[in-house]
């Protein structure tokens, strides 16, 4: 197993890539390593093994994003690998990691609609949930489960919303399903 130090979390890092990519804004190969390095504030660049795990990496979250089947998953530990705080905790850093991704893109300024706002808003406060003492187990995986549904769909509608394909852009089929003829 390789280890890279890394202070940042693996859920923060596809928060931050899914927020990324949700806006529009798509980055080279290049640019991502250097992104991700940052996210996850490595001493040092990634071996090359690492490198290349984190191109296929970018690629998965943006096929999952883009695959009309929406198969989207957020990238969380499993219930069987960690403690249920531990997944509480991933979900919030997976939001955290959203919202960053999402300012750092730059895409918008003070000109989201209303539907845009809220998902943040609700990323704003999941980025901030936490168990308490008086929270049941059951009651506790049942509202993850819920948050993280909730999550991957309103992550859906904003990936959805930014990035709609261009009206111009030449249909091969039409509104009705009528292939366009080229001549």
């Not at 859920?11 to 991502?32: I, K, M, N, P, V």
Request: charged fraction near 25%.
């Amino acid at each position: 197993m390789v280890t890279i130090g890394a202070l940042g979390s693996p859920s923060g890092l596809h928060g931050w890539l899914t927020g990324y990519l949700c806006t529009g804004a798509r980055l080279s190969d290049a640019e991502w390593q250097v992104e991700a390095e940052n996210y996850l504030e490595t001493p040092e660049a990634p071996p090359k093994p690492i490198q290349s795990l984190m191109t296929v990496f970018y690629g998965w979250v943006l096929h999952g994003l883009e695959n009309e089947d929406m198969s989207f998953t957020l990238f969380l530990p499993e219930s069987d690998d960690c403690e249920l705080s531990q997944q509480v905790d991933a979900m919030a850093q997976w939001s955290k990691g959203f919202l960053d991704g999402f300012g750092a893109a730059g895409k918008f300024s003070g000109k989201l609609d209303d539907e845009t706002k809220e998902v943040l808003q609700h990323f704003d406060a999941f980025s901030q949930v936490e168990l308490t003492a008086d929270d049941s187990p059951e009651d506790s995986e049942d509202l993850l489960q819920q948050l993280v549904e909730h999550a991957r769909v309103a992550a859906l509608t904003v990936f959805l919303a930014c990035n709609e394909p261009d009206a111009s852009e030449q249909k091969i089929i039409d509104e009705d399903n009528n292939p366009n003829q080229l001549h």
